[in-house]
């Protein structure tokens, strides 16, 4: 019996350390690819926050027309003028076939992972990692991911470094550390789960929500969040993708912010929601594990 529990706790420390923060800090001397250096805060920026908002936007965009017959509700508190914008857009893809004529004969949904491929020509998902007993890692499920694309997600609850966060980090590899002091819960479970959804429910106006909760299940509606299993590099594999921060500007749509797939633990208007994005460092091809640098040095 003693035996058996001591295996099994073994086996839970093999897929924790890969994102347990000491355990990483006193193995960085042994691995220094797991180490990103820039010369300051301000440059830690593989491209540009408009590159980012861009691809944001265009796949966010075409998770709204995909379920387009779903925003009935959303649509009718919008301008007249974003309705037709959304109307054309969907015009287009069919063809030129008017909108309001036959649409749920003339459009196709397709799955939230199908709609990033088409857009950004690849897709990404969950699976067994290729690092023993490493748990779960995040694959290029499908077509190649360029250099400098946004390839996931980091989701969660977001901390300013004065709010309190003690419980939910007990036992949590899921807390991502920003910068300024700024903290990510992308736990999917326990305590930080209902808190999640406690916020998303807070923010909610009407029929408009002001991020995406569908990561916390199995039905995920925005493919890209999934950040928050991309393990650590080490010694054999090299990082091919790195964490930026990007802080979500004022004028984002609000119909599109149903699939940001983070919250501010506290209601604040005056500061600007912040995301973590991964980016390519290379050309990942399909079937590949993306690998991050967990670590920033700013020299």
């Given at each position: ?49 408009e590159d980012v ?149 807070r923010d909610r ?95």
């Amino acid at each position: 019996m003693p035996g058996r529990l001591l295996r099994g706790l073994w086996q839970r420390w093999g897929r924790y350390k890969y994102r347990f923060v000491p355990w990483i800090a006193l193995n960085l001397s042994h691995n220094p690819r797991t180490l990103r250096y820039v010369p300051e805060e301000s440059k830690d920026k593989v491209i540009s926050d408009e590159d980012v908002l861009g691809t944001l936007l265009k796949v966010f965009q075409a998770l709204f027309l995909n379920d387009f017959n779903k925003q009935s509700e959303i649509l009718t508190m919008l301008p007249e003028s974003v309705k037709s914008k959304y109307q054309d857009l969907l015009a287009v893809e069919h063809q030129g076939v008017k909108l309001l004529e036959n649409r749920h004969q003339q459009q196709s949904t397709f799955k939230p992972e199908e709609i990033l491929y088409k857009t950004l020509g690849f897709s990404v998902a969950q699976a067994t990692s290729s690092l023993i007993s490493a748990g779960k890692g995040v694959f290029v499920t499908k077509g190649l991911v360029p250099k400098g694309a946004v390839v996931s997600m980091y989701p969660g609850t977001v901390y300013q470094k004065y709010e309190p966060i003690f419980f939910q980090s007990i036992g949590n590899p899921f807390i991502f550390r920003c910068l300024d002091g700024v903290l990510i819960d992308g736990n999917d479970k326990g305590i930080s789960k209902v808190v999640y959804r406690s916020c998303n429910g807070r923010d909610r106006l009407g029929p408009l929500k002001m991020s995406d909760s569908t990561w916390l299940t199995s039905e995920i509606h925005n493919p890209l969040a999934v950040g928050q299993y991309v393990n650590n590099c080490s010694n054999d594999r090299a990082a091919n993708v790195c964490y930026q921060e990007f802080d979500v500007p004022a004028v984002f749509p609000i119909e599109l912010k149903q699939y940001l797939p983070n919250i501010a633990y506290s209601y604040d208007k005056q500061s600007p929601l912040r995301c973590v994005v991964l980016v390519a460092l290379r050309d990942i091809s399909q079937g590949e594990e993306l690998f991050s640098n967990y670590y920033t040095i700013v020299s």
